[in-house]
């Protein structure tokens, strides 16, 4: 189908107008999950297993891999395997646990618990990973080092820390332009991009490469990207 780039006039300002209120009537919320494959048995990526098993690695073990990293993709799977080829449960018969109904019905064991807080994570930190994880050990100690910057934020589902979430006010609806960029060419495959910066004193600065200088009439409805700042 032949497309083109065309520029779109779009002025902003106030937004409340656009701001989410929760769903309206007539409206339908969309299912949680992955839609029709939510709830589906887990099936390891036959690719990953393949490309596994030409580097000499048993089915079991293939099988495992994609299963503990999720059929994410062959590198990971490999550095699951390398980490644990001592490990005499590697080539056992791929064990799939079901996931549970409802996440807030999952119940994590005080002894799973225990064990990653022996790692240095708080009990909080330890009961989320559980909870991302199915309640599985092995998966939630993989998750809480690779997911680090995850392990303070809010639970979305029930059984945490016992307390609900605090609620976030949002801000103001009011915008106004901060900056933008401008496109100097024939087409967007070719040509030049300057930017408009407002500084601290409201004048617009003009940024083209190393030029830099002020602009008395700033092309705004030229602009290719806008960027906005709430007041």
Request: proline share 5%.
């Amino acid at each position: 189908k032949q497309w083109y780039q065309r520029r779109v006039a779009i002025t902003a300002g106030d937004m409340t107008g656009f701001r989410s209120s929760g769903l309206q009537p007539g409206e339908e919320e969309l299912p949680s999950g992955d839609g029709e494959n939510a709830g589906a048995p887990f099936v390891p990526d036959p690719t990953i297993v393949e490309q596994l098993m030409g580097m000499g690695f048993s089915l079991n073990a293939c099988h495992n891999a994609a299963y503990h990293t999720q059929n994410s993709g062959v590198e990971g799977a490999m550095e699951y395997i390398l980490g644990r080829m001592d490990d005499p449960t590697l080539n056992d018969p791929l064990v799939v646990e079901p996931p549970p109904t409802n996440s807030t019905q999952l119940t994590v064991s005080q002894d799973n618990i225990d064990m990653i807080m022996a790692m240095g994570f708080t009990e909080k930190q330890a009961r989320r990973a559980l909870l991302k994880c199915d309640n599985n050990l092995e998966r939630a100690a993989d998750w809480v080092f690779s997911h680090t910057a995850e392990l303070d934020e809010e639970d979305e589902v029930g059984g945490g820390d016992g307390g609900g979430a605090e609620q976030v006010l949002d801000g103001s609806g009011k915008y106004r332009l901060r900056a933008f960029i401008s496109h100097m060419g024939t087409s967007t495959a070719c040509g030049h991009y300057v930017a408009h910066i407002r500084d601290g004193a409201g004048r617009w600065v003009l940024y083209n490469d190393e030029k830099v200088a002020v602009s008395v009439t700033p092309p705004r409805e030229m602009a290719y990207i806008y960027f906005y700042e709430r007041v």
